[in-house]
């Protein structure tokens, strides 16, 4: 069974502060997909990585893939209020957009 | 550009009923797929249709099913309802390929 990690699993950060969260996977995929979700709301999609090396950057979000150790990061530059949320990552079953989720990082930016 | 929408918005049945929950997807998405999201945990794959055909399915039993309509709308069955089904169920729509899928709503489930 694919599994899928994060860590931290909560995380505080004061504004302006950098860190970055951890996605670990248990087999072989070549697609990783970053989510956000805000409290009592859906998913939404943050970033599309379809290969390894791949890196992606969104405002004060980065995301990278190295798919030979099955790890993805999402590094948060200089933190603010607004970017308080729980981030998921999610794998491809290798079949078509059927995706194993982590088990999500609650993150929480203080002012 | 619509995107997808998920209907009822709430539901609370008891334990033993039974349940529908509908979708439709975002325009020109011909794949739905199904996750149910527990309180405080990852959502997790129910089942995907493709072309209204079940196109692969996650570790849930049966009683869970589903159907997707000639245009791409999709509906989430489950049959005789336990405690733990209490969670919000997610639909998601995409297009064939491995592009990001476009989440809905959701629809909150609680069963007494």
């Known amino acids: 069974e694919l599994k899928v990690e994060q860590n931290p699993l909560f995380l505080s950060m004061q504004e302006g502060k950098n860190y970055t969260i951890y996605c670990n996977y248990s087999?072989?995929?070549?697609?990783l997909y970053w989510y956000r979700q805000d409290p009592g709301k859906s998913l939404e999609s943050l970033f599309v990585?379809?290969?390894?090396?791949a890196v992606k950057q969104e405002g004060r979000l980065m995301a990278s893939l190295d798919t030979k150790a099955r790890l993805s990061t999402l590094h948060i530059t200089a933190a603010v209020h607004d970017l308080s949320a729980t981030y998921f990552c999610?794998?491809?079953?290798?079949?078509?957009?059927?995706?194993?989720f982590g088990t999500g990082t609650s993150l929480t930016v203080i002012p | 550009e619509t995107g997808v929408t998920q209907s009822p918005t709430h539901l609370i049945k008891t334990r033993g009923q039974q349940v529908t929950l509908r979708c439709s997807s975002q325009?020109?998405?011909?794949?739905v797929s199904w996750y149910q999201q527990a309180l405080g945990q990852g959502p997790q794959f129910i089942f995907q249709?493709?072309?209204?055909?079940?196109?692969g399915r996650g570790n849930f039993p049966p009683r869970f099913s589903g159907l997707q309509f000639p245009n791409y709308s999709s509906e989430l069955n489950v049959n005789a309802l336990e405690l733990d089904d209490s969670a919000l169920y997610l639909c998601?729509?995409?297009?064939?390929?491995?592009?990001?899928?476009?989440f809905g709503p959701g629809t909150r489930l609680t069963v007494l």
């Open positions: 998601a729509s995409s297009t064939t390929g491995w592009q990001t899928q476009y």
């Open positions: 087999t072989t995929s070549d697609r």
């Open positions: 990585l379809l290969s390894n090396g």
């Open positions: 999610a794998v491809d079953r290798n079949t078509g957009n059927q995706f194993y």
């Open positions: 325009s020109g998405h011909n794949t």
């Open positions: 249709y493709y072309r209204e055909e079940e196109n």
